[in-house]
């Protein structure tokens, strides 16, 4: 028997992640707003495909965390509550902090310049909430990765990729970016990495979600 052709298969899988990555990128730019329902129907209507890949990349956006899917009411985009931000708080510090200690023992030289250069291109994009977002979540992707453990990666992906998609909500909630404290933030973890600084990693962490205090 001749086993049926792979490459329907394989565009319908491209479509499907080409629409999950427009539909995330609409999300972080807040084209929809937390709990709006989203219609398989006419989200096919404007990206001009069928339904099927559609529904495809709205389950895996569920799987992400970024929508919710109901069996008798759809798929509605995800509402961040500011409750959910503190519960995520108590679980990203002691996660994020191990991140950080198994990156100062594994990144190299050059991958630390790299994260220079990110956190170059946070501070640049400060004007642009959309793009500073995007900047913000390559900084700590990057250092997750330089972490060297897939689990730990994968583990703050899923937990931290709400979190940045709907963080102009609570920028906005706290009225907005403060440049000097985000460079510090994010410097921290840099002289961390480098060595270069008294701080723990818990502490490092912990003043980056406003959490340390000088004794």
């Known amino acids: 028997m001749v ?15 080409s629409v999950a990555d427009l539909l995330r990128r609409a999300l ?5 707003r937390p709990g709006e329902s989203l219609s398989e129907p006419a989200l096919a209507a404007q990206l001009g495909v069928s339904r099927g890949p559609v529904r495809e990349a709205l389950l895996v956006l569920a799987q992400e965390g970024l929508v919710l899917h ?9 509402t961040l509550t500011p409750a959910d931000r503190e519960q995520m708080v108590v679980v990203r510090l002691p996660i994020e902090s191990l991140a950080l200690q198994l990156a100062k023992a594994a990144a190299t030289a050059e991958e630390l310049a790299e ?3 990110i956190k170059r291109n ?3 994009s400060i004007l642009d909430p959309v793009q500073h977002a995007r900047n913000d979540k390559q900084f700590h992707d990057r250092i ?14 899923r937990l931290m990729t709400p979190f940045f998609t709907f963080t102009m909500m609570f920028r906005e909630r706290s009225g907005g970016l403060q440049l000097d404290l985000i460079d510090q933030q994010h410097q921290a973890y840099l002289d961390y990495l ?11 962490v912990a003043l980056h979600l406003r959490l340390y205090k000088e004794s």
């Open 70 to 78: 109901s069996q008798n009411r759809g798929f509605s985009v995800l």
């Open 115 to 117: 994260l220079d250069e």
């Open 3 to 17: 086993s049926s052709p792979v490459l329907p298969t394989l565009r319908t899988a491209a479509i499907r992640e």
């Open 144 to 157: 997750w990765a330089l972490s060297r453990n897939s689990w730990l990666e994968l583990t703050l992906s």
């Open 28 to 32: 972080i730019d807040g084209k929809f």
């Open 122 to 124: 946070l501070i640049d």
């Open 194 to 204: 480098r060595g270069t600084t008294p701080m723990t990693a818990e502490e490092c």
